[in-house]
């Protein structure tokens, strides 16, 4: 299958390379804003045709489909353009700003049955399976702490007086927005939709969210969410239980994955998922992304699923937002 890319930072870099691991796809073209930008990128795969004109390469039948990773604020509107043209859509999180963005967006691929599918690397990787298999080893749990706590390499620029996109309100971007939704996305994975959501932020003086925690209260159990861009943290996740426990070291990565079991002669401890190479962790999505566009009735079942879950969270991102005071500019969501 062969795609374009919109977007040449270092995560563009991550997700070819992931293309490349999964197979069946090919780079076929790159899009920039700067035609310089674009060689250079392109460059380093052969120099593959970039493109300046979106519409163009929308229109374009040297590809079949294209992966997003431009400022999320720009999200919904590229990817409506793909769709619209009969490409099929791989788009990084958050692939829209609300849900009714990607209300509009998943029932746009289903009309023309094609693929539209958020970029989150965790939900394709195998430990997903991993730590399903392991919640049944915990008993009854009732607490789970799920952070994401990573000094960002921008805020040194932002201190400097620069306003770098990731701390700019007016691109949709912020704590929660890059790292919480990680965070959300664990907790509806693993324990489905919560019973009641308590959310707090703090800001910066340009507007964005630097950090923020939200409580998220079921039934049987409790699960915090932490999540910052200002301070890093070595501590990890957890999910407890009355029988044992499971550490988490990244909760984006689902990596450092170890169950500890509660036994009568004391702990019996076991490793489940070590360290993840960096180049295998955009693998996962790439290949569903392949797998799913190559059969989209056959595989209707997972991306309807996949769908499901990627609104939910959309729906509680903005149930966040709301509570925790975390806004965008108002013409954000109305941008086609």
């Not at 324990?191 to 969210?209: E, N, V």
Request: hydrophobic share 40%; with cysteine; net charge neutral.
């Amino acid at each position: 299958m062969r795609f374009a890319t919109i977007g040449t930072s270092w995560i563009t870099d991550a997700f070819i390379e992931g293309a490349k691991i999964a197979g069946g796809l090919e780079l076929a073209a790159v899009y920039s804003r700067s035609e310089e930008t674009g060689k250079k990128f392109a460059a380093k795969y052969g120099n593959v045709p970039v493109y300046t004109d979106m519409e163009r390469l929308a229109k374009s039948d040297t590809i079949d489909s294209v992966y997003i990773a431009s400022p999320n604020v720009y999200h919904y509107s590229q990817s409506r353009l793909f769709l619209e043209n009969g490409k099929h859509v791989i788009c990084e999180k958050p692939a829209t700003v609300t849900p009714k963005q990607m209300a509009e967006l998943i029932e746009l691929a289903n009309k023309n049955n094609l693929v539209y599918m958020e970029a989150i690397m965790m939900r394709y990787l195998p430990a997903r399976k991993t730590v399903h298999q392991a919640l049944g080893k915990l008993g009854n749990i009732h607490t789970a702490r799920f952070d994401f706590s990573q000094l960002s390499s921008k805020y040194r620029e932002y201190k400097a007086g620069s306003l770098p996109n990731i701390f700019n309100p007016a691109m949709a971007t912020g704590c929660l927005m890059d790292l919480g939704i990680y965070c959300v996305y664990a907790a509806v994975d693993f324990f489905g939709h919560p019973k009641k959501i308590t959310a707090t932020s703090g800001f910066l003086k340009s507007g964005a969210d630097g950090y923020g925690t939200a409580i998220f209260d079921y039934d049987d159990k409790q699960v915090t969410l932490t999540y910052s861009k200002l301070g890093q943290s070595y501590l990890g996740s957890e999910i407890l239980g009355d029988k044992g426990t499971l550490k988490i070291n990244s909760i984006s990565r689902l990596s450092g994955i170890t169950l500890i079991e509660n036994t009568d002669s004391g702990q019996q401890t076991t490793q489940l998922v070590g360290d993840i190479p960096k180049p295998e962790l955009m693998s996962g999505e790439a290949a569903a992304f392949r797998k799913f566009a190559s059969n989209p009735d056959g595989f209707k079942g997972e991306i309807e699923e996949a769908a499901r879950q990627a609104l939910m969270v959309s729906e509680i991102m903005e149930k966040i937002r709301k509570m925790a005071g975390i806004n965008f500019p108002a013409e954000i969501s109305l941008i086609k």
